[in-house]
């Protein structure tokens, strides 16, 4: 007798009807899964405009001449259409003068760099480059490309080769100055064209922050892609708000444990790694305590350049006097002055308001809160940088370095109170990378946090023109 027989019609009909179940389920399951994948890992748009093309063409000239981080903050502005997107480059100083190239960290336009920029224009008659990275400012996100040292690498080249006025390019082209996420690209530009840069500076350089300083769920979360990136995002964004204290120094106790030194006044503009993603405090002079500081930059305590630290006087997202769009309303008794805020040398960022009591930190920390709520591509390249970028573990990379550069044209310099780029950790890394002291001119800012050149800016110049032959 046949199976069929066997089976009858009711068995057929009951089998069919379980395979038809199962296979309905598998394909409702799919959907459902796929649904999910594209609203919770979305593709990302292959470019993300800058509030240059966005914002600008909406706000009248007044509105514009008083945001924190305007098109006009340096001389010699530029937009350079690229096949990444737009980038924001300025250029100024004499035509005959020593070339020097500035690279800012991970949170803020080039902004954080005026102080320097402007002195080695005035003071040595040097001619500057410095520009935003993608992703800050005016430039655009390429965000469908990671965020590494090779995007930032090109990008670098990309901003060189657009100047209209003289070639940056050929041996001995250029002094290259790289801060925080900036000094972590200066490494790798330097390390694959050697030939292009007289003189390497490297100002609380990432690269070679230890991967344990973050702990290991922390950098599973961030790191992994496991979590969808619109959750991130947000918080991302959140903490990105958050006030930071002035100082994250970590000082050792009666009992040998490092706790965060107290500091509730708002401060400068580059603790935001940290802040957003932790740092396991437990590194400083050997005593572990499991504690975790919270920066905001990308870089730990007080980062000039991606730290958000403190909202200028209670104003969030950049709202001044009641202003909307991340504007700072720099208008006293109704009339608008174009006069800069300025630094402890006298020299100002950009478009700071004309209220005295607002400091730089708090200058940089509403071009922050104004890059959040305006450039949309913002976040994404701060999470991609954190993911992809040149931050942790760049051994190869700095050890090139010593192969390429000779003796005493590179120069490292730290700050002696930095929370994320630890001293001690940085002469055992990367000091033996780089050759040693014999090899490379390393120098500590005394009291100079994250921040250093921001806070302690005319120390910084006089390393940099020391390191130069110039003091």
């Known amino acids: 007798m046949s199976t069929v027989t066997c089976l009858g019609p009711a068995s057929l009909t009951d089998t069919s009807s379980f395979y038809l179940t199962v296979a309905g389920t598998a394909v409702a399951t799919a959907a459902t899964l796929a649904v999910l994948r594209a609203a919770l890992w979305p593709v990302p748009p292959r470019l993300v405009q800058s509030p240059l093309r966005t914002v600008l063409p909406k706000l009248s000239k007044h509105e514009i001449t008083g945001l924190a981080y305007g098109?006009?903050?340096?001389?010699?502005?530029?937009d350079v259409e690229t096949p990444y997107g737009s980038i924001r480059v300025y250029e100024w100083g004499p035509l005959t003068g020593e070339k020097v190239v500035l690279v800012h960290g991970i949170s803020t336009p080039c902004m954080t760099l005026s102080k320097l920029a402007y002195s080695l224009v005035e003071e040595k008659g040097c001619r500057v480059l410095m520009f935003d990275l993608f992703g800050r400012g005016?430039?655009?996100?390429?965000?469908?490309?990671?965020?590494?040292?090779r995007l930032y690498t090109t990008q670098i080249l990309m901003a060189?080769?657009?100047?209209p006025h003289l070639s940056w390019m050929g041996p001995q082209a250029f002094k290259l100055v790289g801060y925080s996420?900036?000094?972590g690209i200066a490494v790798h530009f330097a390390a694959t064209f050697p030939h292009l840069i007289s003189s390497l500076v490297l100002l609380a350089p990432a690269g070679l922050i230890r991967p344990e300083s973050f702990g290991r769920l922390t950098r599973a979360i961030f790191t992994s892609g496991l979590v969808p990136p619109p959750l991130l995002e947000r918080l991302a964004s959140r903490?990105?708000?958050?006030?930071?204290?002035?100082?994250?120094?970590?000082?050792?106790?009666?009992?040998?444990n490092t706790t965060p030194t107290p500091a509730p006044t708002p401060a400068s503009s580059s603790s935001s790694v940290v802040h957003v993603i932790g740092r396991v405090n437990g590194h400083a002079n050997g005593h572990p305590n499991g504690s975790v500081n919270s920066y905001v930059n990308g870089n730990v305590k007080g980062h000039?350049?991606?730290?958000?630290?403190?909202?200028?006087?209670?104003?969030?997202?950049?709202?001044?006097?009641?202003?909307?769009?991340?504007i700072i309303n720099g208008t006293a008794n109704g009339h608008h002055h174009h006069h800069h805020h300025h630094l402890s040398n006298g020299h100002p960022l950009p478009h700071a308001s004309s209220d005295p009591t607002i400091t730089v930190q708090e200058q940089v920390s509403?071009?922050?809160?104004?890059?959040?709520?305006?450039?949309?591509?913002?976040?994404?390249?701060?999470?991609?940088?954190?993911?992809?970028?040149p931050l942790l573990s760049e051994h190869a990379a700095w050890a090139r370095l010593a192969a390429v550069r000779a003796p005493g044209t590179t120069a490292v310099i730290l700050g002696s109170d930095d929370d994320l780029i630890d001293l001690e950790e940085y002469e055992q890394d990367a000091l033996p990378l780089l050759g040693g002291k014999e090899h490379v001119r390393w120098r500590v800012i005394r009291g100079g946090a994250h921040d250093f050149p921001m806070s302690h800016a005319r120390e910084t110049l006089r390393e940099m023109y020391e390191a130069w032959g110039w003091e």
């Open 239 to 256: 903490k990105l708000r958050e006030p930071i204290q002035a100082d994250g120094r970590r000082r050792v106790s009666s009992t040998g």
């Open 366 to 389: 509403r071009a922050v809160h104004w890059q959040l709520d305006h450039h949309p591509g913002f976040v994404p390249a701060f999470l991609s940088c954190i993911r992809h970028g």
């Open 71 to 78: 098109p006009g903050s340096f001389p010699g502005a530029r």
């Open 181 to 183: 996420l900036g000094g």
């Open 138 to 149: 005016f430039s655009d996100n390429p965000s469908d490309l990671p965020h590494d040292a």
């Open 304 to 326: 000039a350049n991606g730290n958000v630290k403190g909202h200028a006087n209670g104003h969030l997202n950049g709202h001044a006097n009641g202003k909307p769009n991340g």
């Open 160 to 163: 060189l080769a657009s100047s």
